[in-house]
């Protein structure tokens, strides 16, 4: 009994540091842009906010056109997470659920893109890219973006949890394989979908050197790129910037904290 | 309604493992016939195959006279039942029921009426909104027969339906699917590996075992009748007793053997196929083994090892003197007899079944 309670304060103890690690860089970001006295600069450094105020914000909409941004990265990641559930779900569909010749060839190609570092890929897609005229233009962020070999391997996991029994019901119900896919398979891995979806949009929000590569125009910015690129041409303080960055982060949080009850949903009731 | 032939089935799987080994049966319309065997005796394979879910690696299947070897499950006209009942979690019970209709193409006002039919011969119309989940085992069973009744098939296969409900709900069930067929007066095919389903559904019984048919009958035949070891042991409970011996004489009125002890025993069945000294082995069912006389004709001398109640019947596990298996005698309930008690044993002749070394049976006079 004793030990239990122990090993449970002990695991406790692990994930509140872990937590604390996790959380420190946001706080600070949090406290630098709500406090409104201080330097930032100085040390010993202090993580409590200095008389707090949404001054940094206010400062912060007036110097950067934080809507326009805002409005680029929906857009951007709209659609990149769009393309990336279609394609990955019909990429992945096949490779879990389709006996063909070369099936693990395919897979195993995959797979094998998993071990670049994405940085090795620029050069190769800027010239793609430009060679499809799409410099400057939303397609040309979101396209290397839509296929990713990890969303692949999650959906095809969650293709191959879906009982076979199911979709043999589906054949002798008069399904063809597409009203399989689309009308039985994918509605029941939409908690897998979820997962997806908020990698990818957390990813696609986040993402910084490649719209900053292939984007030219200030005005065109998704917010991760026109919020450290801006606070340069406008000489906000590094304040006005932490409250820029922090505005760059909520949408994220609210989205992480409005679907996260899709990653526990289950298949109940399919089969016995 | 339709008639199904299969001619010389057989089924390999890529590695060339074979699971079906040339089936030959026929199936008439309207029948209600019970694949029955142990498990992986390739039973279920057979089903998939008749529903298009399986590759038929050689010969012919045919549907109502047609060639199907190659006719996609839905144009087959079968619906099928799982194990699992495979209902889409995401639909309702009415959208389960309604989907192959919809797929057909059908008008709504006809998916409906067809929908509501079936919920009404399966007592399920008050759970046509619920979800799959929300439904006990039973309930499910149900929907998945009704998803079934909806296509008016030609023919019904399940494939154990009933194995995941529990023994009371098994038995009602049971009973539905015997109305439903004579309701629908359809063609019916189930697998189960249960022999009393098997025993008590169905027209005709089909024993698989290996891959192959054991023997086809009805279900009578097949326990009365048993055409060898296999379907003799794999029908009834408990087990039909077997003792091992050796023909003493025999001609076609009957055979004399005599059993590892020395007790010779007569048993009335044709043994013109059987020469003096061949190795056989005696059959006889648990409720046809009664109490006899010690020195008595057919009668041998026991000792009583275990007794079950089961109120209406008393199983006697008794052990005959040097043969190691137990025979077990059914008796009317409320027998007093213990364990350790000292009985006689008799085995009527008329009863006897005689296989041969092979295993075959010979034919009951």
């Known amino acids: 009994m004793k030990r239990g309670f122990f090993s449970l304060v002990g695991h406790y103890l692990v994930l509140c540091a872990i937590g604390l690690i996790c959380i420190f860089p946001f706080w600070w970001t949090f406290v630098t842009a709500i406090s409104t006295e201080g330097n930032i600069f100085a040390f010993p450094p202090t993580f409590w906010p200095k008389a707090p105020a949404f001054d940094n914000f206010v400062e912060a909409f007036r110097v950067i056109p934080i809507w326009a941004f805002f409005k680029n990265s929906i857009l951007i990641t709209f659609w990149t997470v769009f393309w990336k559930l279609l394609l990955c779900s019909l990429a992945a569909y096949p490779l879990a659920r389709m006996r063909f ?11 094998a893109t998993m071990v670049m570092p994405s940085e090795v890929n620029f050069l190769v897609n800027f010239i793609t890219v430009t060679k499809l005229s799409l410099v400057d233009t939303y397609t040309g962020v979101i396209l290397p973006n839509i296929i990713t070999a990890v969303s692949i391997l999650l959906l095809k996991q969650a293709f191959e949890e879906v009982p076979q029994d199911l979709i043999d019901a589906a054949r002798v119900d008069g399904a063809d394989e597409w009203t399989i896919f689309w009308r039985i398979v994918l509605p029941l891995i ?18 910084y050197i490649w719209p900053f590569i292939v984007m030219s125009k200030p005005d065109e910015f998704p917010l991760s790129v026109g919020v450290l690129y801006l606070s340069g041409t406008y000489g906000s303080s590094t304040r006005v910037i932490a409250a820029g960055t922090v505005l760059t982060i909520l949408p994220m949080l609210a989205v992480f904290l409005s679907t996260q009850r899709f990653f526990m949903r289950g298949m109940d009731g399919a089969v016995k | 309604m339709a008639a199904l032939q299969l001619k010389n089935i057989v089924k390999h799987y890529d590695n060339g493992v074979p699971v079906i080994r040339g089936i030959d049966l026929e199936i008439a319309d309207g029948e209600f016939v019970v694949f029955v065997g142990p498990s992986g005796c390739g039973k279920s394979t057979l089903l998939r195959m008749i529903a298009g879910l399986e590759k038929i690696t050689g010969g012919e299947l045919l549907i109502d006279g047609k060639l199907a070897n190659h006719v996609p499950p839905a144009e087959r006209a079968l619906a099928m039942v799982f194990q699992s009942y495979a209902l889409y979690p995401h639909m309702s019970v009415h959208e389960n029921m309604a989907f192959a209709l ?5 008008k709504r006002a006809e998916i409906d009426a067809a929908v509501q039919k079936a919920a009404q011969i399966l007592q399920i119309e008050h759970l046509l909104q619920r979800k799959p989940k929300d439904l006990s085992g039973g309930q499910r069973q149900r ?11 030609s023919v019904f296969l399940f494939d154990e339906p ?32 249960d022999q009393v389903e098997a025993m008590t559904l169905g027209d005709r019984i089909v024993v698989f075992n290996g891959g192959h048919i054991e023997q086809v009958g009805s279900p009578l035949e097949l326990y009365n009748r048993p055409g060898n070891l296999f379907v003799a042991g794999f029908l009834g409970s408990p087990k039909m007793n077997f003792l091992a011996g050796e023909v003493v004489s ?13 007790t010779v025993l007569h048993a009335q069945v044709d043994g013109g196929a059987l020469s003096s000294g061949a190795a056989v082995t005696l059959g006889i069912r648990a409720e046809h083994v009664a109490l006899g006389t010690a020195g008595a004709p057919n009668s041998v001398p026991a000792k009583v090892g275990h007794v079950e109640h089961l109120g209406d019947v008393c199983i006697v596990y008794a052990q005959v003197a040097d043969i190691s298996e ?40």
Not at chain 1, 101 to 111: A, D, E, M, Q, Y
Not at chain 2, 102 to 106: I, S, T, V
Not at chain 2, 326 to 343: C, E, P, Y
């Open chain 1, 101 to 111: 010749r070369g099936r693990k060839l395919v897979f195993g190609l995959i797979l």
């Open chain 1, 190 to 207: 939409r908690p897998w979908l979820a997962t997806v979806g908020i990698l990818a949009t957390v990813e696609a929000w986040n993402d």
């Open chain 2, 102 to 106: 919809k797929l057909a193409g059908r």
């Open chain 2, 143 to 153: 929907v998945a027969i009704g998803r079934a009744i909806v296509r008016k098939p």
């Open chain 2, 162 to 193: 009933l194995s995941n409900l529990d023994a009371s709900l098994r038995v009602q069930m049971r009973v539905e699917l015997s109305r439903l067929h004579q309701e629908l007066k359809t063609t019916m095919i189930y697998v189960t590996h």
């Open chain 2, 250 to 262: 025999a001609d076609v009125e009957g055979v004399e053997l005599e059993l590892v002890g020395g």
């Open chain 2, 326 to 365: 137990m025979l077990a005698l059914k008796l009317a309930g409320g027998t007093l007899h213990k364990a350790g008690d000292d009985i006689a044993i008799h085995l009527p002749s008329e009863h006897c079944h005689v296989f041969d070394g092979a295993g075959k049976a010979c034919s009951k006079k």
